[in-house]
């Protein structure tokens, strides 16, 4: 398939193998470039490294079951009828889901990924402000291409609708907004945010908004809406400047370094010394 700039719909093994003419820049690496290094995004790359294999866990959890039905409906999931994974015919039903992109779900976690996904629409109708309007009159799992100069670039959008794009996460952890905040910057989830609305920005001009619908996979199945504030955002988009740089740069000079070549001296957080100080007045 012959793609140039624009919003698609494709099944997700395509836009995971990378359906850019040359190797593209998508969320997942900015992350692995900013949080890690050029040479762990080579490495997770399916078109710089010839023994990419991308991971097909054995397992489907919840969330992951969750996440295709609120999106797609109840289609997008397979139900097999085994206890495990672990026989041939269960093994051959999840390949064949697969293979229909469609995501397997044994029996036994489908009641709980109902319940979860009711759970999700009931708390988004009755929230407090135009969060209500997530994941509706909208198109789900779209495809961005664009360009930057001479650089392809990707994302693969849950949801996108008139002015916003809206984003599923699901965790077992906790959804409370002041733990996933926090837990989100070292994840690198912000510069989720910043470069899908920097592709949908390039591809049609538009301005909108971004938010997360953040689930827990227990019971309440309790559920928040976090959005980045101005502060966060500006920050987020100058890691992907950032990353669009140094990914110009690796893909020019065709090196990809790891970690600094220098000895690197730890200093101390000052919370440490609070701490140590204290216990020693104990």
Known sequence: MSVTPGVYAMPAAQYHADPCPTPS????????????????????????????????????????????????????????????????????????????NRVPLLTKT?????????AARWQLDHHADDSRAMFTDGEPEQTLIWQEDDLWCRAR???IRTGAIDDFKTTSASANPDTWTRAMFNAGTDIQAAWYLRGLKRITGEDVSFRYAVQETYPPYALSVIALGP????????????????????????????????????????????????????
């Open 157 to 159: 959008a849950d949801w």
């Open 110 to 118: 489908w009641a709980d990924v109902q319940a979860m996904v009711k």
């Open 25 to 100: 820049l998508s969320a997942s690496i900015i992350k692995l470039i900013c949080l890690d290094s050029p040479a762990h995004a080579w490495t997770a790359h399916p078109k710089l490294n010839p023994q990419f294999e991308r991971e097909n866990g054995e397992h489907f959890d919840i969330g992951t079951a969750a996440h295709a039905v609120l999106l797609e409906g109840e289609a997008a999931v397979a139900i097999i009828d085994a206890p495990d994974w672990r026989t041939t015919a269960a093994k051959t039903a999840r390949d064949a889901a697969r293979q229909d």
């Open 231 to 282: 502060d966060a955002l500006l920050l987020a988009e100058k890691k992907v400047l950032y990353a669009l740089e140094v990914w110009r740069s690796c893909l020019k000079r065709r090196f990809w370094f790891g970690y600094p070549r220098r000895t690197c001296y730890a200093t101390l957080p000052q919370w440490h010394e609070a701490w140590w100080l204290e216990k020693e007045l104990r």
